[in-house]
């Protein structure tokens, strides 16, 4: 297993703040989309290529607190994602969903955000189960670069 991304994180100053906060003020980051009301990034730390998180623009923590537009256009964005990920890498389907809470997995709680994460068959084996290692078969920049010009159609 290869993971030359880690070691950056394991060496680096850690974010204070809400990642997509900060994600919105930067420049260079694994920002897919910024929409009007969404936004798209890339998970720093996926399951599997391709996991991305799809939050509001918007700092708040939970469902209720959207307005029915802002709902609407979350789930969109979602759905187009769901989209470029089908035709960019061919996933046999998907896990979507929200962690709500940090007893419920939400490493960000106070900035809701859906978790898309692409499944293929056979994607999962003994070292997910036995040591919870994953294996990602592509850098995350590769992935990114991949994923990108689609999302700059979105805008």
């Known amino acids: 297993m ?4 880690r070691m950056d994180y394991i060496l680096s100053d850690k974010e204070e703040g809400c990642i997509f906060c900060l994600a919105l003020s ?15 990034m890339m998970n720093k730390f996926p399951y599997i290529n391709g996991h991305l998180l799809v939050a509001p ?3 708040l923590s939970t469902l209720d607190q959207l307005k029915k537009e802002e709902k609407g256009d979350l789930l969109e964005t979602v759905e ?3 989209g470029i990920l089908k035709k960019v890498m061919n996933p046999d389907g998907f896990n979507v ?10 490493g960000v709680e106070e900035h809701l955000h859906f978790h898309v994460v692409p499944r293929w068959f056979g ?3 003994a070292l997910t189960v036995f040591a919870d290692v ?3 078969p592509e850098h995350l920049l590769a992935t990114y670069n991949n994923l990108k010009p689609y ?3 979105l805008e």
């Open 2 to 5: 290869w993971a030359p991304w």
């Open 26 to 40: 930067e420049q260079d980051n694994l920002t897919l989309y910024k929409g009007e009301i969404s936004m798209v």
């Open 57 to 59: 623009k918007i700092h």
């Open 80 to 82: 187009k994602s769901i």
């Open 97 to 106: 969903g929200l962690n709500l809470g940090k007893v419920a997995g939400a």
């Open 123 to 125: 994607d999962t084996n």
């Open 134 to 136: 994953r294996v990602i």
């Open 151 to 153: 999302f700059n159609k």
